[in-house]
């Protein structure tokens, strides 16, 4: 289970708002101080707004500005990582591939490769949104760490 603190910001009678500064993977991360995507979370430190799922933890304890732990699968993270890099690239790859056998023209060859790229980045796109709702791909509570302002 891959675990995120954040604080609670808006509830919902089937689930809660987490925002999060996601950095937890850049202190474990060889590269460090060398990625952009540190030294952007570095310099935004923007939140990222999150809907999550209760899981076993009941929500009557839980109020706005809470610290607490959410986590998703490590599984589901690992697919959709798959699914949001590697299907765009396969169809690149493949798009190329076709457009090679219509025409040996570099234009068409590109051509083939950009369309092959569209259509997986929209693919993975149609994947995400069919799945929104799915809540084996949801973030869940694990745990409440802290109340903030009040008792």
């Not at 952007?40 to 209760?54: H, S």
């Not at 069919?130 to 009040?150: C, F, M, T, Y």
Request: glycine share 10%; charged share 15%.
């Amino acid at each position: 289970m891959i675990k995120e603190s954040g604080r609670v910001i808006a509830l919902e009678p089937d689930g809660l708002w987490v925002e999060t500064i996601q950095r937890s993977a850049c202190h474990s991360c060889a590269v460090q101080k060398g990625c952009g995507q540190g030294a952007l979370a570095r310099f935004a430190g923007k939140p990222a707004a999150i809907r999550v799922l209760p899981g076993d933890c009941d929500l009557r304890n839980v109020r706005p500005d809470d610290q607490v732990v959410i986590g998703i699968p490590e599984d589901v993270l690992v697919h959709g990582t798959l699914l949001i890099y590697m299907l765009p690239l396969l169809m690149l790859v493949l798009g190329a591939l076709v457009a090679s056998i219509v025409s040996m023209s570099d234009v068409v060859v590109a051509v083939g490769a950009i369309l092959g790229l569209l259509a997986g980045g929209m693919a993975a796109r149609l994947h995400s949104i069919l799945n929104k709702n799915n809540d084996r791909v949801q973030p869940i509570l694990l745990e409440r760490l802290s109340a903030l302002g009040h008792s």
